[in-house]
């Protein structure tokens, strides 16, 4: 019973102590939930992308939307508005006038993350951008774009647009099967192991587009919003293969015709307006 006794005593000053330190938390805390004040980039992302077509712009640093696999940096801050400048002019003002002003409103990720740097992969090529889930778009190497430099500009624009016929293909599915068929076994996982000349000739249009079907699909719509019709038209009839001169442009022709049946919308149109587009964010 002594023992029982004592241990109370020895209990009592610490329960007590504890109050006054409860009590206190609930009068404050020290989480900060006050709204952080908006920069004039906020403002003008807001204005541009978050009103008009409900995109959401991460350009800070966010642990929960980055990969930790491989070493990713922010962007400088100043990149950033020239970089969206050139989004919002070749994809999004490009898509509102050819399919509607509220075309992408509709159809797009909901975010874009920007990254500063490249996004490495082990086997040694570059991850340009990121499509998850139709939900969200990560665009790499923010830094690096030179809008005076032209094969920068479309090199970083048509990963836009690459990344974006992903999109449209989460919303509306393309007939995979007919597609694929066209050249079924020329994909490989070891893409980057071959020529340029080589995928030309099984009739891809890139390297990179003999990946998958998917990807196939989307560097085709990417390389035909990134040049001109004459120039597009030159890429095809440079390759020496009759076999992949054919094959390309059947695949053309299914992607052609996916746009006009699905999203009421005229790919080569589409083509002049971003072509014009281009021209416009070139300094």
Request: aromatic share 10%.
């Amino acid at each position: 019973m002594k023992k029982i006794l004592i241990l109370i005593i020895v209990l009592l000053p610490f329960l007590q102590g504890c109050r006054p330190e409860e009590d206190s938390l609930g009068d404050s805390s020290n989480l900060d939930v006050s709204t952080p004040d908006l920069t004039t980039l906020d403002l003008w992302l807001r204005d541009n992308f978050t009103k008009d077509f409900n995109i959401e712009v991460h350009y800070r640093w966010n642990e929960n939307i980055v990969d930790f696999n491989n070493f990713l940096r922010p962007p400088t801050v100043d990149k950033v508005q020239p970089a969206m400048e050139a989004i919002k002019t070749i994809w999004l003002d490009t898509y509102s006038e050819v399919g509607g002003a509220d075309f992408v409103k509709r159809i797009a990720p909901r975010e874009l993350v920007l990254v500063g740097g490249q996004n490495r992969n082990q086997n040694g090529t570059v991850t340009l951008g990121q499509a998850e889930q139709g939900a969200r778009v990560a665009l790499f190497e923010i830094d690096d774009l030179d809008l005076s430099d032209k094969s920068r500009v479309l090199r970083f624009l048509g990963t836009v647009q690459h990344e974006y016929v992903h999109i449209l293909n989460q919303t509306v599915p393309f007939d995979e099967v007919n597609y694929g068929n066209i050249t079924p076994s020329s994909y490989t996982a070891q893409w980057n192991q071959r020529s340029l000349t080589e995928a030309n000739e099984l009739g891809f249009i890139t390297k990179y587009s003999r990946d998958s079907v998917l990807e196939d699909f989307a560097e085709m719509v990417k390389v035909i919003l990134s040049n001109t019709n004459d120039e597009y038209n030159a890429i095809i009839d440079a390759i020496p293969s009759d076999v992949g001169k054919a094959n390309i442009r059947r695949k053309e022709q299914i992607i052609v015709n996916y746009f006009k049946a699905e999203f009421a919308i005229d790919l080569y149109e589409l083509q002049r307006v971003a072509a014009e587009n281009v021209q416009k964010v070139i300094n």
